[in-house]
């Protein structure tokens, strides 16, 4: 036994991983025969038949160590001569270096980059090292993966497999679960081997692999054992393997028929891993300490790499001319163990001296210049102690990580630098900056530790206070609910003395916590937080956008709308013109729209929301662009241009989907309420009442009741819709959801006879119209005022709506004055004025799809004797279409390419080309220039 040249075991295959694209001229090894295993196979065999027939699939073969989970991915492989392949396999040992396994995929398709979009290519580039650039959105790493193999598998069905998933990067297997979860008609199949199913791969189609079959598992007991073994025996063996197919091979390798029989050896009080990491051991202990010292340094170098094991092995004085270890390694292109489990017993039995040689002997054989990453990790997996040196490498190395997206690689490389350093203060730098890499990776429970870590250190006044601001942002990040207002709050008035900018910035978060949170913050709300920043220090020479923001909220409930409303009117055209930053537009573009709201504008609205979706589209922020097409839903909605805004819930959908962002459906709540379909209306309510209640997020539980009012009103409830009137606009009444509350609680009183209540909802909101002289909030009074005044008061007050909602985009509150008029005239008899007015009301009512009121507008208008037929409300292409299939046939009529659909909705190009073929069918059109036609553009501008 000991060091052997020649082929590998006879009767085994040795899979190289991460060997790149496999066509039908690549060369071929015979396929590797698996024993049994029907069931599963049949599994594989459909998948690849639906792959080769257009269609994508994804599979997860689970099962525990030693069960077959990799022969059966060798199955696949060797069945899939016709397809090209990518593989990758995890390694445990490079968990925290940043996309190790996406190179291995990916090494041999970035040759295409040059054919995917440019933002995607610019990610990826970043990722790989091959450009400088901004650490990129993972999500967008994961579209440029998509669309790459998208690419590939344009010219030939593709089949990615990745081995040993549970031991991928976080970084790969969120970019992989990505992918997973977004191929749809890109002729791909990806197939994942996995021992356990990290949250990544969660909810992904599996098949759970179990031991072999009593039958197939003696036969193949039976070709492990030379001799003779008792029946008695033989079952033994196989109900304490559990039909395990590795511990049936390897746990009687080595044992005499005595030792069988009498179980020596077996199971034992170790569970069944464990037990065939002894048997591997039993091996490698009975070879020679040089080979068992090249095994180690083996198993402790990650990538397979046989020139920097034989580097390593020279500084250790270890002759490594060999093609195999006695079955347990062997020496190809790659270095390959006989099964992972080989290197986890090796490397987990050495003793800590032992290991630490062989890293530092591989710290010395790896170039500094080629790979400094992986240099550092030996060099700490090295260290005796604290070695502020090696500490230094680590927190360069989290440098790198950080600018190609690998947060969490950098927190990994931080926390092992804390434990290196010695020096008090760099130890609580180093554990705030890991902390803070944490937050952005979404590992909070490191993120704790770390700050724990940091909190016992040595803090100055700065340093408590980046701690109260980390804890208060993992609040944030984790939940948007009642808590971080508060958290945010106290970090902000520990900066103002310390670093006033920063202390602004974090009580405008803090104000967007608050508003979030709404009602149900817990101890401290919009009052609280505007209260204490109107109070903080100001930096004098600054002139920044969001400065004015925050200025603008502080105002509106420390001092008055008065006082606020010039203030956000200047911020919020600030954000829409161009003249915030990018960086403020990303952070707080959307509550830019909010300050244009509270101060009527819509064109600011428009501006500002459209202006933060650009922004985050081009820089590829998807959590961003999860709130920022939000709040453009509701800005498209309140114009009546429901296509666009039943197109852009679509991509909220798909951006929510594809980040895991939960933003509550406040676009979808404004179309629903003004759509006026209760089946459609009530359920999306109720829903997000009871998420909003449980995370505390009040502001979106103030939507969904002023959502409920709006449908109740257009059926013509009005009972019913009071209360919810009145719940919603006495829920922060400085808000402008208050504001469009108090609308429909005057509709609904005054319609219910309850003219008192009516009054005191007018006087409010002649309150928060009288600073305004914006059509949109003057016409909204005067439509209000016309319910309560008498006579000609009440004509002029209708009049005066009409004419200035129709100076507007906003169709729908025409629509609205239009009917509230005709319903007047009707009432005094007044019956061809009428029917002008309500037809007016009832067309707009259609044309825009809003069916409560459109109905309405019928009942009253056949109460004038004038016949109406019902007809269906909105454009009837877009009704026959999916709310996805419409989003991709708006775009396409706009211009738009298929890549470009493909990375606006997260989908390749490929599938997009699919949902189009169904698009063209369901309009009965053949190409897209008639989409034009087929599907008017529904935008209106103003009149």
């Known amino acids: 036994m000991g060091l052997r040249s020649g082929a590998p ?50 599979l997860v073969v689970r099962g525990e160590a ?25 390694v445990q040992s490079e968990m925290e270096l940043a996309f190790a396994a996406l190179h291995q995929l990916c090494a041999p398709l970035l040759d295409r980059l040059h054919r995917i979009p440019e933002p995607q290519r610019r990610a990826l580039a970043t990722v790989f090292g091959l450009a400088p650039g901004p650490a990129p959105d993972r999500f967008m790493v994961g579209l440029a993966v998509l669309s790459l193999i998208s690419d590939l598998a344009g010219e030939q069905p593709v089949l990615v497999v990745v081995d040993d998933a549970q031991w991928l990067d976080t970084a790969t297997a969120q970019t992989l679960g990505f992918v997973a979860r ?7 199949g990806l197939l994942f081997g996995a021992r356990e199913i990290g949250v990544d791969l969660h909810g992904l189609p599996e098949v759970q692999v179990e031991g072999l079959p009593a039958d197939e598992a003696h036969a193949l007991l039976g070709s492990a054992v030379e001799f003779l073994l008792d029946e008695p025996v033989r079952k033994r063996i196989v109900a304490e393997t559990g039909g395990n197919p590795l511990a049936l091979l390897e746990l009687p390798r080595g044992l005499t028929a005595t030792q069988l029989a009498a179980g020596f050896g077996l199971l034992g009080g170790q569970g069944l891993p464990g037990r065939i990491e002894q048997s591997f051991l039993r091996q490698a202990d009975a070879l020679p ?121 950098a927190a990994a490389f931080l926390q092992r630098a804390v434990a290196l350093t010695r020096d008090p203060v760099r130890r609580t730098e180093r554990a705030l900056a890991g902390a803070h890499a944490s937050l952005q990776a979404g590992a909070f429970e490191t993120a704790w530790a770390l700050l724990a870590t940091a909190e016992a250190g040595k803090l100055d006044d700065l340093g408590r206070a980046r701690i109260d601001l980390l804890r208060a942002e993992a609040a944030y990040a984790q939940q948007r609910g009642r808590d971080a207002p508060g958290l945010l709050l106290r970090a902000a008035k520990t900066l103002e003395t310390l670093d006033v900018q920063l202390a602004r910035d974090t009580y405008l978060d803090a104000w967007s916590a608050a508003l979030f949170a709404g009602q149900l913050a817990a101890g401290t709300g919009l009052r609280e937080v505007s209260l204490a920043a109107e109070a903080a220090p100001r930096s004098g020479s600054s002139t920044r956008s969001s400065d004015l923001l925050l200025d603008g909220f502080a105002l509106l409930f420390a001092e008055g709308r008065s006082r606020a409303v010039p ?24 509550m830019a729209t909010a300050a244009a709201a509270t101060a009527w504008d819509f064109e600011a609205c428009r501006s500002t ?59 979808g709540l404004v179309l629903a309420a003004l759509r006026g379909r209760p089946d459609e209306a009530f359920p999306l309510i109720d829903e997000t009442i009871a998420s909003a209640t449980a995370e505390g997020q009040g502001t979106a539980a103030q939507y969904a009741r002023w959502a409920r009012s709006v449908v109740l009103n257009g059926l013509g409830r009005h009972d019913e819709a009071l209360p919810w009137a ?20 005057i509709e609904a009183a005054a319609r219910s006879g309850r003219q008192r209540e009516a009054a005191a909802a007018l006087e409010q909101l002649q309150a928060k119209t009288l600073d305004t002289d914006e059509r949109w909030g003057r016409g909204i009074e005067a439509r209000a005022r016309g319910l309560l005044d008498d006579g000609a008061t009440a004509e002029g007050a209708y009049l005066e709506a009409i004419e200035q909602l129709t100076g507007t985009r906003l169709r729908p509150d025409l629509g609205r004055a239009h009917l509230l008029y005709g319903e007047w005239l009707r009432r005094r008899t007044r019956r061809g004025e009428a029917r002008a007015e309500l037809r007016n009301a009832y067309d707009l009512f259609t044309s825009i799809g809003m069916a409560a009121f459109a109905e309405r507008a019928r009942r009253e208008l056949q109460a004038t004797g004038e016949t109406v037929r019902r007809r269906a409300s909105g454009p009837a292409a877009g009704s026959r279409l999916t709310p996805q299939e419409l989003q991709i046939a708006s775009l396409v009529r706009d211009g738009l390419s298929n890549p470009e659909v493909g990375a606006r909705l997260f989908l390749s190009p490929r599938t997009v080309e699919w949902h189009l073929r169904k698009i063209f069918d369901k309009l009965s059109i053949s190409s897209r220039r008639q989409l034009r036609e087929a599907l008017p553009e529904t935008g209106h501008e103003a009149t």
């Open 9 to 58: 075991l006879e009767g085994r295959r040795t899979v190289e991983r991460g060997d790149g694209v496999r066509g039908q001229e690549a060369e071929r090894t015979r396929p590797a025969r698996l024993l049994g295993r029907r069931a599963e196979r049949a599994v594989l065999d459909r998948l690849l038949a639906e792959v080769r027939n257009g269609t994508s699939r994804v």
């Open 66 to 90: 030693g069960v077959g989970k990799t022969a059966l991915l060798t199955y696949a492989t060797d069945s899939a001569a016709d397809l090209s392949t990518l593989r990758a396999a995890g």
């Open 182 to 188: 977004r191929i749809g008609a890109e002729s791909v």
């Open 289 to 409: 300490a040089p080979t068992r010292q090249l095994l180690l340094v083996a198993a402790a170098e990650p990538i397979g790499d046989p020139v920097l094991v034989r580097r390593a092995a020279d500084q250790l004085g270890i002759d490594a001319a060999f093609a195999e270890i006695d079955g347990l390694l062997s020496l190809g292109e790659r270095v390959t163990f006989r099964h992972p489990l080989v290197r986890s017993a090796l490397y987990g039995s050495a003793s800590e001296t032992d290991r630490r040689a062989v890293h530092l002997a591989l710290a010395g054989a790896t170039d500094s210049a080629a790979d400094p990453d992986r240099r550092a990790w030996h060099l700490a997996a090295a260290a005796i102690g604290p070695d502020e040196d090696v500490a230094l490498e680590l927190e360069r190395s989290a440098d790198r990580a950080q600018a190609r997206g690998g947060f969490a690689a």
């Open 567 to 590: 203030l956000l009117k200047q911020a919020a055209t600030a954000f829409g013109e161009q003249k915030a930053s990018t960086e403020e537009v990303l952070r707080w573009g959307w």
């Open 609 to 667: 929301a459209t202006r933060q979706v650009e922004v985050a589209r081009g820089a590829g922020a998807l959590a961003v662009l999860a709130v920022g097409v939000n709040v453009l839903g509701q800005v498209v909605a309140l114009a009546g241009d429901f296509a666009e805004a039943t197109s852009l819930r679509a991509e909220a959908d798909a951006v929510r989907e594809a980040t895991g962002t939960h933003v509550l459906p406040y676009g």
């Open 726 to 745: 009145i719940s919603a606009s006495e829920d922060t009444p400085e808000l402008f959801v208050s504001s469009w509350a108090l609308s429909e609680q």
